[in-house]
């Protein structure tokens, strides 16, 4: 693996994908290592399509089932998580990176991330008292967002 300098970053991301496809004996392609790298230097939540925009500028011989597969397998690498968007499935970067939840924009689809330790601490209690054992949770909370709402204003 000829390393260029420069090109160094995200390589523990890489190794995590290159041992995930060792492991379970799929081949490592360059189509595959395109859409890595697009992955892990864009903007958080894209959708398979936003992606599929991004890769294609490098490498037009790349097909959205591709990407779609390529981002399946960052998910069960652990390197993506995936979200649901008014029914688009949007996927972000989930590696060495601290738990979050998000707002959307019912309007633009803007999202926001946030994190609160007390409402964590709060679901471990409520949990805890029903003796529910908590695996993950996704809290996205709908609604719009300032733009939009001063848009909405001044159409009335
Ligand atoms: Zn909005
Ligand atoms: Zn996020």
């Known amino acids: 693996m000829g390393s260029v300098a420069g090109r160094e970053e995200k390589r523990e991301e890489k190794e995590v994908f290159a041992a995930y496809l060792l492991k ?3 081949k490592r392609s360059e189509q595959r290592e395109v859409i890595l790298d697009a992955f892990l230097h864009t903007a958080r ?3 398979v399509d936003d992606l599929l925009q ?6 037009r011989d790349i097909g959205r089932t591709t990407v779609y597969r390529t981002l399946k ?14 029914g688009e499935t949007r ?13 959307i924009c019912s309007s633009c689809s803007d999202i926001f991330e946030f994190s609160s330790p007390e409402i964590e601490r709060l679901q471990d209690e409520i949990a ?11 809290h996205q909370i709908l609604g719009l967002c300032r733009r939009c709402q001063a848009k909405s204003e001044s159409r009335r």
């Open 91 to 103: 996927f972000e970067l989930d590696y060495n990176r601290a738990h979050h939840d998000h707002f």
């Open 24 to 26: 379970n004996r799929l």
């Open 45 to 47: 939540h894209l959708s």
């Open 128 to 138: 805890a008292d029903l003796g529910f054992k908590i695996e993950g949770h996704r």
């Open 73 to 86: 397998l960052l998910r069960e690498a652990g390197l993506a998580s995936e979200l649901d968007l008014h």
């Open 54 to 59: 991004i890769v294609q500028k490098k490498r």
